[in-house]
């Protein structure tokens, strides 16, 4: 008797996290080049790049603080509505500051345009966006990715801190439903 190993639901490995590993420390050092001699703040959006924050902070060799910024753009149906809302502002003022908004993906770039809209307005010295990941077929939004980890096909992706209907952030691959569309 055979027993099924995988499921129909189990996300398809796209991005190992071998591979993630060593991205995410190319981008940890590029980084640390560029704010020597800044006053760095980085800002993670939860939830999804908690993950990649966690791993990207420890790459980079620099004094800086980490904070967290909450936001709801998507519910469990994961098709984008364009309102953002902020469920956990951030705790300290980033007024000239560094900061550097850590993202896990910039899909239709609406909740990144609507935080970087909103920091915009608390005066830092220079504002810069990292995202993991980029669908730059959806995007609808001008964003510039300063530092990018990986440009993907329009996907859903799972894993490393990403979600569908809150499961599977805790893969530590970067994974794809196929099963359904679970966005439009
Ligand atoms: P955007 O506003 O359309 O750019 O979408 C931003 C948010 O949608 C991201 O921060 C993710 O939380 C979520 N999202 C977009 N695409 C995906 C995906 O492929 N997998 C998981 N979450 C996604
Ligand atoms: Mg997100």
Redesign the pocket.
């Known amino acids: 008797m055979i027993t099924p190993t995988t499921t129909p639901t189990q996300p398809t490995p796209l991005l190992s996290a071998d591979v993630i590993a060593a991205r995410v420390r190319e981008l940890g050092q590029a980084i640390t080049r560029d704010y020597r001699d800044r006053d760095l703040a980085i800002v993670a ?1 939860l ?3 908690f993950v990649f924050a966690s791993d990207l902070v420890r790459a980079i060799d620099l004094p800086l603080t980490v904070d967290f910024l909450g ?1 709801r ?2 519910g469990d149906a ?1 098709s ?1 509505s ?1 309102v ?1 809302q902020i469920t956990h502002d951030i705790a300290r003022s980033v007024e000239n500051r560094d900061v550097l908004l850590v ?12 935080l970087i809209d909103t920091l915009k307005t608390r005066s830092p010295r220079s504002l810069a966006l990292a995202s993991l ?1 980029h ?1 730059p077929s ?4 001008a964003v510039d990715i300063a530092y990018l980890g990986f440009t ?1 096909d329009d ?4 894993g490393y801190g ?3 209907a809150q499961r599977h952030r805790n893969l530590p691959y970067l994974g794809v439903i196929t099963a359904d569309r679970p ?1 439009t």
């Open positions: 959006v939830s999804g790049a936001v753009s998507y994961t984008s364009g953002v993202e896990d993906i910039v899909d239709t770039g609406l909740t990144v345009r609507f990941l669908k959806r995007t609808r939004a993907i996907v859903f992706v799972v990403l979600d569908h966005y």
